[in-house]
T-cell receptor, first 109, second 113 residues
Framework: RKEVEQDPGPFNVPEGATVAFNCTYSNSASQSFFWYRQDCRKEPKLLMS???SGNEDGRFTAQLNRASQYISLLIRDSKLSDSATYLC??????????FGSGTKLNVKP | EAGVVQSPRYKIIEKKQPVAFWCNPISGHNTLYWYLQNLGQGPELLIR????????DSQLPKDRFSAERLKGVDSTLKIQPAELGDSAVYLC???????????FGPGTRLTVL
């Protein structure tokens, strides 16, 4: 079983829509979680950290559900510029970062 | 502040040839990572350094891959000999501490023919 699993998508949504992605992880002892964004043929960049109490940054909200072992990313009022691949990251044993395969988002005009 | 620098950006070689990638992390970042990313997949860790010490190289195919980080700053990753399946993007990342945000370089896109 993979450490981190994501729906690859693509999620095709119109501008202004709200879209949510989930990411499940297998190691219940994981303590740190992140969402990274990766544009086509570019390097990943940190979007936001995911705290136990949740985290909100403008139109983006990240949540952690330890009981069900998943994290989520909610994007409100989608913009064309939000089109990218969103990578879920879970930090496992020995501070090892595990990246999901990513969820592709296409925001259409 | 300069970001993570990698070179070359692109490399095309024939199979069985050697190849080397270079990474200069952000100044002051003690932790350095080398990742491999295939199309449609997330980055997969090859090796992690804390200063000059390789603390996690469990996923590094040591029969053909080697890495070093002399003086705890720059790092090189080498493949010898390269195989067709090694075609991928090789990403270098650095962080100020081991469980902090990782800053990625632009990557080296390797094509093995």
């Amino acid at each position: 079983r993979k450490e981190v699993e994501q729906d690859p998508g693509p999620f095709n949504v119109p501008e202004g829509a709200t879209v949510a992605f989930n990411c499940t992880y297998s190691n219940s002892a994981s303590q740190s979680f992140f969402w990274y964004r990766q544009d086509c043929r570019k390097e990943p960049k940190l979007l936001m950290s995911v705290y136990s109490s949740g985290n909100e940054d403008g139109r983006f909200t990240a949540q952690l559900n330890r009981a069900s072992q998943y994290i989520s990313l909610l994007i409100r009022d989608s913009k064309l510029s939000d089109s990218a691949t969103y990578l879920c990251v879970v930090v496992g044993n020995f501070n090892k970062f595990y990246f999901g395969s990513g969820t592709k988002l296409n925001v259409k005009p | 502040e300069a970001g993570v620098v990698q070179s070359p950006r692109y490399k095309i070689i024939e199979k069985k040839q050697p190849v080397a990638f270079w990474c200069n992390p952000i100044s002051g970042h003690n932790t350095l990572y080398w990742y491999l990313q295939n199309l449609g997949q997330g980055p997969e860790l090859l090796i992690r350094y804390e200063n000059e010490e390789a603390v996690d190289d469990s996923q590094l195919p040591k029969d053909r891959f080697s890495a070093e980080r002399l003086k705890g700053v720059d790092s090189t990753l080498k493949i010898q000999p390269a195989e067709l399946g090694d075609s991928a993007v090789y990403l270098c990342a650095s962080s100020p501490q081991r469980d902090n945000e990782q800053f990625f370089g632009p990557g080296t896109r390797l094509t093995v023919l």
